[in-house]
């Protein structure tokens, strides 16, 4: 209980919107009891810049354990040769990977933002996109979906790209590792799969593994489909070696310049507690239940695109392969994903508004909105809920002027929900 009223009061009002509400935006989870605990430890009171073994302050005689054992249990998980524990979240961890591996000016290919790629594969707005040259790789077409890979070799023979990324926030359907290895190897790219959507795919073994498909480095988040804190993991193939000496850019050499631009390239102290969580989210993420909970959040999906479609909602490429589904609302029922948004907030359904393929409305506006089911799965919903969801979802945006209506939504979703225990309140 924190001793600050105001601030305590917020806290138990955010208690009870996770307790009464569904979490639907695909990049969201529930933690743990032993993760939340791991993050309000006393690691939190820590520096420990450097690497285990090699720090600049005194008194690390847990705290190298404890990242070892983070380490040992993320390379165990992805099948990686190494893996840093250290980025404080995802865009940091690509950025790491971009100053260990290219110059100022060098060439990266990676997806559309409005075609679902990420802001940190080179929107204009970011510092990458400043520093290096994006070109960019889309979907054929907005009914099936799917990556144009003819279009995307034709891109890289011509560019030459030093990296090409496989990797989304807001894309439905699976992606061909071959295919992007087949032309990553041919113009002499490194392969990078920032898998912070579906790494919890990837390590309960539902969805292919980018490292055994050829990649040679992945980026991650660790709290979305993974279920672990906020923060981020770099995995890849390669040999560390001495991170004080500045090595040579060979594949081989990767774990060397990626520790080399995490600390102290990009980063200062790593997150202690975090490192904690991370440590004791992977051991969850280890224990067989996890393939079986990744499973049930692709076998939900699937179900809830099913149930949305028969309810009218128009989904971008028709279904999900994947944890996420991209509905466009504008053509489902000429409203917004922003309004959606609002909407489905105020019966306690939550997930965003996301720009579409060939979107004609602004990104702050756009016509898509975006959820998922890693939070729901977590929760313990089933195929058999997924009625339920979309029948509220449709319920809303068909009272959407009725407050009295939304009100009654709003109780039933409340109703529904504390059935299902938060993982922390078990
Ligand atoms: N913000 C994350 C998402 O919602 O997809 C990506 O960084």
Redesign the pocket.
Known sequence: MLQDKTLQKLLSDEETRQREGLEL????NYVSRDVLEALGSVFTNKYSEGYPGRRYYGGQENTDQVETIAIDRAKKLFGSDHANVQPH???PANIAVYQAWLNPGDTVMAMRLDHGG???HGAPVTASAKLYNFVRYGVKDVETGEIDYDEMREVALKEKPKILIAGF??YPRSLDYSKFAAIGNEVGAMLMADI??IAGLIAGKALPNPLDHGFHVMTS?TH?TLRGPRGGLILSKGIAGNPLKAPEKTIENLPTLIDREVFPGTQGGPHMNNILAKAVAFGEALDPSFQVYANQILKNAKQLADELMKRGFKLVSNGTDNHLIMIDMHRSFGIDGRVTQEILDRVGLTG?CNAIPNDTLPPFRPSGF?LGTPAITTRGLVESDMAFVAEQMQKAVNSKDSESQLDKIKADVAVFALQFPLPSDK
């Not at 935006?25 to 969201?28: I, L, T």
């Open positions: 935006v695909p990049s969201e979240s995802g865009a990420h802001l940190t926030s807001g912070a959507h988040t979305k965003n975006r």
